[in-house]
């Protein structure tokens, strides 16, 4: 059984999820927004929250953060399966791209998608506020069967030359084959913004952990 497995058959857990996905979701929004407008540490955020839903049900010791550089996609090795994180907001019912990785050099954008192959599972995460999105857990057997049908022309979207590209994305086309694909794990969330996030101590909260070194002796 894999962590996937797992994960979305626990179900006291994935109520948990519904219930306090979304808060702690726009938690990570207030707390990265300057001037209104959500800055890109977002992601770095999102991606901390998920991992800690790792560590919260399989354990410290199960869960190995320690991922080579070269492993682009991986985030977590978790009872040695290797897990991508992603997080995408949409608006519209149609899937959004996926970013799969980061990069501002062309050339290094052209020769990840040379050599890509999927190559771990993924625990993907669509945000549709004020609408209903979900948890999704995506098993490379279902990926490589996508990659397989799409092929890689289909599969990936690359940036146009001469933009800064940002990066390498899996095509709307392929999430939607990997959203509906049999083997794919799915949990619904209702994105719903909660109204205690104006609070004095939601607003401090990003300061807390340094604060709490300042005043140590």
Partial sequence: MTPLDELFSDEKLCYKIQQRLPFLFALAEQQASRGQRVGMEVGTLREQIL?????????????DLNIPVTEHEVDAQVKNFPISIKTATAQSESPPS??????????QAVKFVESYRPKCHI?????????????????LQAQEEVFAQLG???????????????????????????????????????????????????LLAPYRRWLHYWQSD
Wanted: hydrophobic share 45%; charged share 25%; aromatic share 10%.
């Fill in 51 to 63: 991992v800690a839903l790792l560590i919260y049900k399989f354990g410290e010791a199960c869960v």
């Fill in 152 to 202: 890689k022309e289909r599969y990936l979207k690359l940036p146009k030359q001469g933009t800064n590209p940002r990066g390498v994305e899996i095509s709307p086309e392929a999430v939607k084959a990997l959203l509906g694909h049999p083997l794919t794990k799915f949990l619904p969330i209702k994105w719903q913004r909660p109204a205690e996030l104006e609070t004095r101590e939601t």
């Fill in 98 to 107: 996926v970013k799969i990785v980061w990069t501002v050099d062309w050339m």
């Fill in 123 to 139: 625990l993907l995460v669509l945000i549709r506020w004020d609408k209903t999105g979900g948890l999704y857990g995506i098993p």
